[in-house]
């Protein structure tokens, strides 16, 4: 069983750091795709970053080169470093994995997600 486990929200000052972490378990990191999503209050689940097999990162324009997606397959976990933190960043941040298996078999997994706050 697949299972995605987030760690590292909490309450931040504004232009403050976070560091969230994801850890798979049950199957091997390497297989899969990883995103960070994220949900603000009344608002829908957008995409923050994105980090291929081969470690190709992508972003959403709303980042500004202030966010940095990254993994380490030895320890099975991806990370999204976070730093000069707005107010607007406030938000649950949803790691998830996916992946197409050899057969056409789309795997899609989600972790539970770390709430993160950005206040003074």
């Known amino acids: 069983q697949v299972q995605l486990v987030e760690s590292g929200g909490g309450l931040v000052q504004p232009g403050g750091s976070l560091r969230l972490s994801c850890a798979l378990s049950g199957s091997a990191l390497s297989l899969y795709v990883m995103y960070w999503y994220r949900q603000a209050p009344g608002k829908q689940r957008e995409l923050v970053a994105r980090?291929?097999?081969?470690?190709?990162?992508t972003y959403e324009e709303f980042v500004e080169s202030r966010f940095s997606i990254s993994r380490d397959n030895a320890k099975n976990t991806v990370y999204l470093r976070m730093h000069s933190l707005k107010p607007e960043a406030m938000a649950i941040y949803f790691c998830?994995?996916?992946?197409?298996?050899?057969?056409?078999?789309?795997?899609?997994?989600w972790g539970q997600g770390p709430q993160v706050a950005v206040s003074s």
């Open positions: 998830n994995a996916n992946r197409v298996t050899g057969l056409g078999e789309e795997l899609d997994y």
């Open positions: 980090i291929t097999r081969g470690d190709l990162t």
